[in-house]
């Protein structure tokens, strides 16, 4: 864009030097008729010319730029919908599984073998370009770390017997990181419709964390550890 503009500029002065030439017979290019066409070139009016050409163009940039970049968050917001679904799907499901095994519906074996990941298009959403810098900075990082150790826990977890003490546990954890996911989630596509601010994202997730972790106390740590 810019250099259609600095090349419409170039061919406006060109056409003004050919309109001021006024003489007859073979044209020819030499210092002192640029020279005298500078001198009698109406300065204000080429300002002008310039002035309308640089605020169309800057115009049209800005307009074409605003046009892709909502696009783009267009897109995010529908693919994030997407996966939301699918996410919310397993947290359902690890929910589902956890209340039937506390009461006494299901033994942890049946479990172990129905339980399932499904977290294919949101990793295949993370891995994208213009998700990297559509998302908030901080909703990127905290989505990609859970959406991480989600999967760990799940190839984690396929790895135990299936008779392991340890099977619930690790449903439980996925459940966790599932809540974190949607909450994230449905934070990151509020940003998106511009309902908030960064400032005000990091403020959610921090409520968010404290309200659902119990913070660690590290003197009680050290008293175990003596």
């Known amino acids: 864009m810019i250099v259609a503009t600095v090349l419409s500029i170039i061919l406006l002065l060109i056409i003004q030097?050919?309109?001021?030439?006024?003489?007859?017979?073979?044209?020819?290019?030499?210092?002192?008729?640029?020279?005298?066409?500078?001198?009698?070139?109406?300065?204000?009016?080429l300002a002008k010319e310039l002035l309308i050409i640089f605020i169309g163009a800057f115009i049209a940039l800005y307009v074409t730029n605003y046009s892709e970049n909502l696009d783009e968050k267009e897109k995010v917001i529908k693919l994030f919908n997407i996966a939301s679904?699918?996410?919310?799907?397993?947290?359902?499901?690890?929910?589902?599984?956890?209340?039937?095994?506390?009461?006494?519906?299901?033994?942890?074996?049946?479990?172990?073998?129905?339980?399932?990941?499904?977290?294919?298009?949101?990793?295949?959403l993370m891995d994208n370009d213009i998700v990297m810098v559509t998302l908030s900075a901080e909703g990127y990082a905290r989505?990609?770390?859970?959406?991480?150790?989600?999967?760990?826990?799940?190839?984690?977890?396929?790895?135990?017997?299936?008779?392991?003490?340890?099977?619930?546990?690790?449903?439980?954890?996925?459940?966790?990181?599932?809540?974190?996911?949607?909450?994230?989630?449905e934070i990151e596509e509020k940003y998106l419709n511009g309902q908030?601010?960064?400032?005000?994202?990091?403020?959610?997730?921090?409520?968010?964390i404290s309200d659902k972790y119990i913070p660690i106390d590290e003197t009680q740590i050290e008293k175990n550890n003596n």
């Open 17 to 45: 030097f050919l309109l001021h030439k006024n003489t007859v017979g073979r044209f020819e290019l030499k210092w002192e008729k640029i020279l005298e066409f500078i001198k009698n070139i109406e300065i204000l009016d």
């Open 85 to 124: 679904s699918e996410i919310s799907t397993e947290y359902a499901q690890t929910q589902f599984f956890l209340e039937q095994y506390d009461a006494g519906s299901m033994e942890a074996e049946e479990v172990y073998y129905n339980i399932n990941n499904y977290t294919g298009v949101l990793e295949n």
């Open 143 to 185: 989505i990609l770390n859970d959406l991480r150790i989600l999967n760990d826990i799940y190839d984690r977890l396929m790895k135990l017997d299936s008779k392991n003490e340890n099977v619930i546990t690790y449903v439980k954890m996925m459940n966790s990181h599932c809540e974190n996911l949607l909450f994230a989630m």
């Open 196 to 208: 908030y601010s960064e400032k005000d994202i990091h403020t959610l997730y921090s409520d968010y």
